[in-house]
């Protein structure tokens, strides 16, 4: 089990410094010059080549690169060149947002898709079955932009029951959550609902009707007991896409939040801003996997064998 772990968190480094390297070249080698995107037109060349050389950008790629991960891991994200200040003091008001808003919609999506597709499942066919399949189809085609703006509309305009943005009270998140959460439900609904219909086809559970076990017996000890393993890599391979409708969400309820902070750098080209977000959100969604894969391992370990 320790060669596993070990393995799984080396897997892990490796895919992150592979990231990495990928959205450093990807950002350096955009057309347009950033310091012409920072700086006034009126600003003369002069200056814009000393910021060059402030900034690094006159220095070879690689060597730009090795330059920015050696500050990475002494725990030093570079600067923003838009304010100056170094990102590693703004990024831990704004991941703790953003955590916040990810974080409780996780959990909603779990508490909700778990007995609604497991239910839906059991009940297949059915008028209740019908139902969250329409709703899973109606909501997987709508955008989390259009899904927040609708609850901005109704909840904010037409009810004046909640704020429209902002971020100092509880109230101020409800919305953010609703969209987050609606947006992703369907996905994780469906995954579910399958997953307990192909248990329920299978012998042992045929064998415990056979038994005369009752339904629910059969659907708590046997169905969804075999089917946790793959809901727990659902709620784990979910994070990646409740970040992205973070990113969404926190640019329409004006939540500072890490989203809103990297929509902005990327407008603005504020490249070192970009980069962090990018690997703090590469290293959150490494470490989901690598937790799933642990606790799958744990509770299953034919999965260490076939790795």
Not at 44 to 55: A, I, S, Y
Not at 162 to 167: C, N, R, T, V
Request: proline share 4%; with cysteine.
């Amino acid at each position: 089990m320790k060669g596993y772990i070990a393995r799984k968190i080396g897997i892990g480094f490796l895919q992150i410094f592979v990231v990495s390297i990928a959205i450093f070249c990807v950002l350096h080698v955009l057309p347009g010059d950033p310091v012409d995107a920072l700086v006034s037109e009126k600003v003369p060349q002069e200056r814009r080549e000393e910021l060059r050389e402030e900034w690094g950008f006159n220095k070879p790629l690689p060597e730009q690169y090795l330059d920015w991960a050696k500050g990475v891991v002494s725990g030093d994200l570079g600067k923003s060149l838009k304010t100056g200040l170094k990102i590693s003091d703004s990024m831990a008001m704004r991941v703790a947002y953003s955590l916040r808003l990810c974080g409780i919609a996780l959990i909603l999506q779990v508490l909700i898709s778990i007995p609604l597709g497991s239910l839906a499942a059991w009940k297949r066919d059915s008028i209740f079955d019908k139902i969250v399949m329409q709703y899973s189809l109606i909501t997987s085609a709508i955008p989390t932009f259009w899904i927040g703006m609708l609850l901005i509309l109704l909840f904010g305009v037409k009810l004046n029951l909640l704020p429209a943005s902002g971020y100092t009270s509880w109230k101020h998140y409800i919305m953010p959550i609703m969209a987050i959460v609606l947006g992703g439900l369907s996905m994780n609904t469906r995954l579910i609902r399958s997953e307990v219909i192909g248990a329920m086809n299978e012998r042992y559970v045929q064998t415990a009707y056979a038994k005369g076990l009752s339904e629910n017996k059969i659907l708590f000890s046997h169905v969804l007991r075999n089917a946790v393993i793959v809901i727990i890599v659902n709620v784990f391979l979910s994070l990646p896409w409740i970040i992205a409708g973070a990113v969404v969400v926190e640019n329409i309820f004006a939540i500072p939040g890490m989203g809103a902070w990297m929509t902005n750098a990327v407008i603005n080209r504020d490249i070192p801003v970009v980069q962090a977000c990018v690997l703090i959100i590469s290293i959150l969604t490494v470490f989901a996997n690598i937790c799933s894969d642990i606790l799958v391992a744990v509770m299953d370990p034919r999965a260490r064998i076939v790795e």
